[in-house]
């Protein structure tokens, strides 16, 4: 299935198929933020009910990530199309006020998205993992190469932190990095190579990639994730990821099948 025929498809299926590209821009924007208010009351509520906010945050974030399902809907022959980073943009706002300014540590964003209930750390991990969904929303829009960053930086890496301290058992770490499980690593490598082929399939991206060079993009996620320095895999997994997707077609035929 081609993106024109996905988009066709999607935009059926929501009742959108008459509407002027900018008019299906804007509805399909206001789509994200109605997902996206659903997903936060959702989160609110994992807090409440479990009294932590490890579950709330990695829902959060794995969430974010999901936004992707909705680019089909955006109709790129207008300039409109970059509403799809709509909710980003006030998410990223929302979360530099809230770190920089407002600063209360009883606020539930803070809650939610910090480990340690300090404002501060909103303008890290939270502040970043934003500006990335932005830049690939604009600079990426329904490529493979959004689909490949998004996966390791939204699910592998969303999925990574509850696994590993739930159930990791095998530490370790690198030089300048803090202390990382086995069991976390393997879970980005997988959740990159699963996350790949959802977004490859549902966004009908074709054809889709080799099992070995999926497998490569997982490996090269993982591996830069469990030696970034403190706060920055947001940033330094998508970079290396970036800087990797060419080299890994050049070198495809050095995989093993």
């Not at 803070?110 to 969904?133: A, C, N, W």
């Not at 879970?187 to 549902?202: A, E, L, P, Q, R």
């Not at 060419?246 to 093993?256: A, C, G, S």
Request: aromatic share 12%; charged share 15%.
């Amino acid at each position: 299935m081609t993106t024109t025929t996905t988009t066709r498809v999607f935009r059926e299926i929501v009742g959108l198929p008459h509407l002027s590209p900018l008019w299906n821009n804007v509805c399909s924007s206001l789509l994200t933020v109605v997902y996206m208010k659903i997903c936060l009351e959702i989160s609110f509520n994992f807090r409440i009910r479990w009294h932590t906010s490890q579950k709330a945050r990695r829902f959060a974030h794995i969430s974010d990530a999901f936004i992707l399902f909705f680019w089909p809907l955006f109709d790129t022959n207008h300039w409109s199309w970059r509403l799809n980073v709509l909710v980003p943009v006030v998410m990223a706002v929302r979360i530099f006020y809230k770190g920089a300014i407002l600063r209360n540590p009883d606020d539930e964003d803070v809650r939610i998205m910090s480990h340690s209930s300090s404002p501060s750390e909103l303008l890290y991990g939270p502040l970043q993992y934003k500006i990335f969904l932005i830049l690939v929303g604009l600079y990426r829009f329904m490529s493979p190469e959004g689909a490949i960053l998004v996966a390791a930086v939204g699910i592998g890496d969303g999925l990574a932190p509850a696994v590993g301290q739930n159930y990791g058992r095998h530490i370790y770490q690198m030089p300048l990095s803090n202390a990382k499980t086995l069991e976390g690593s393997v879970t980005i490598f997988m959740g990159t190579v699963v996350g790949i082929y959802i977004y490859f399939y549902m966004l009908g991206f074709t054809p889709i990639l080799p099992l070995r060079m999926t497998l490569a993009y997982g490996a090269v996620a993982a591996c830069v994730e469990g030696s970034t320095p403190g706060m920055l895999d947001n940033i330094v997994v998508p970079l290396a990821l970036h800087f990797s997707i060419e080299r890994v077609k050049e070198w495809e035929w050095m995989l093993p099948p």
